[in-house]
């Protein structure tokens, strides 16, 4: 993601749909986790969500390869460095949870990035992973944000798995939006983040915290997500 894609996100992610839900499976899975410890955000861009973490009481650091989203980040008052998702600047075994959103499809070796997820987890630590899902949506939307695959289930459970990690779920994620999503991003010229009317930005959120209620998380969606934990010695 460039300056200028990073600029955009943390100028619309407050009140965009999109990412205000994506928070709250962040701060949904943070409650189950219950008691707060040590959290690291991996590819945080400008730390909205690293800034989830620290509202619900984690001690928490930013990581970014972009030294642009580092400085955007420090300004927000977030203790972020800069870093490549494959050699993490973080010691063995002293996180109690890291999460890497929208990250790992940005890596050619995605391998070694989330077996860099497992190192810095102490044992029975928690990784938290969302990807894009399903080559059928792969678009110049795709191309444009620097995407390199998307993922099946089958795909991402190797990658975390041969990482380490024991898988403890995995679920989709914009079910109900996924035909809106496919249409979208096959149009011929791949949209810039953009802010929403407001009609359509609060349309939009009301369908995925409708999806909240529903179950739905083993159909297709847009994208995935992998809650996983480093095995107790």
């Known amino acids: 993601m460039d300056t200028v894609e990073i600029q955009r996100v943390v100028a619309i992610e ?22 707060p410890g040590r ?4 590819g945080a861009a400008g730390g909205g969500n690293t800034r989830v973490l620290l509202e619900h009481g ?23 460095y800069h ?6 600047p973080l010691s063995t075994g002293d996180f109690d949870f890291v999460m890497a959103l929208d990250v790992l499809q940005h890596i050619t070796d995605d391998r070694t990035a ?5 190192r810095v987890l102490r044992p029975g630590g928690t990784a938290l992973i969302s990807v894009p899902c399903d080559l059928a949506l792969w678009s110049a939307h795709d191309v444009a944000l620097g995407h390199v695959r998307r993922y099946s289930r089958d795909t991402l459970a190797e990658v975390v798995e041969g990482s380490g990690l024991v898988l403890d779920r995995m679920w ?3 079910v109900l939006l996924r035909p ?8 011929s010229a791949p949209p810039d983040v953009e802010r929403l ?33 480093r095995p107790e010695l």
């Open 39 to 42: 959290a690291a955000d991996i």
């Open 197 to 229: 009317h407001p009609v359509l930005n609060a349309g939009l959120r009301a369908v995925a915290m409708l999806e909240r209620r529903l179950p739905l998380g083993g159909l297709p969606g847009v994208t995935l997500f992998a809650r996983a934990h």
């Open 114 to 118: 989330c077996g860099e997820l497992a």
């Open 180 to 187: 809106a999503a496919k249409w979208r991003r096959h149009r």
């Open 83 to 88: 870093g490549d998702a494959c050699y993490l």
């Open 14 to 35: 407050d009140d965009n749909w999109w990412y205000r839900e994506r928070r709250a499976i962040v701060a949904r899975e943070l409650r189950r986790l219950g008691v």
């Open 172 to 174: 989709s994620w914009n």
């Open 58 to 80: 984690w001690e928490a650091i930013a990581i970014d390869a972009s030294p642009a989203a580092v400085e955007l980040a420090r300004l927000r008052g977030i203790d972020a």
